[in-house]
């Protein structure tokens, strides 16, 4: 058994591209070419505390270039962690507005900020 955390297989071709900073300001927008398709995405520091979106990598930079790196991936988020859904997927959300929120939790809490109705206005429908 080794003392080594699992990893993700390293890929043969994976490189990565530096291309400008991000519009928030907070990271890099780079362009990835690994298993024959070139990708756009994202490249933020790594915040402790806060949950991995994607993948963690190591860069080791190319001679040829001094934003060209070949990427090593240390670790992968898990799936449920990862922003798959958008706007244009039907399951993303079923309705405008906010969560519709309506449990046994969120009526005790109601009720003790704003009271419980008198038993005459819950039988009444209007």
Partial sequence: MSDKPDRPPERAHDVLLISGPAPDGKGTRVLRQRDGQVELGLL???VSGQA????LVRLT??????????VHVEATAPIAARPERTEDTPAARS???PAK???ATFRAGW?????????SERRLLN
Avoid: C
């Fill in 52 to 55: 991995l979106t994607g993948e």
């Fill in 111 to 119: 009720d003790a900020i704003w009271g419980a109705r008198p038993t």
């Fill in 61 to 70: 930079p190319r001679s040829e270039a001094p934003s060209l790196f070949d």
């Fill in 44 to 46: 933020r520091p790594v």
């Fill in 95 to 97: 309705h405008a507005g």
């Fill in 101 to 103: 929120v309506s449990n």
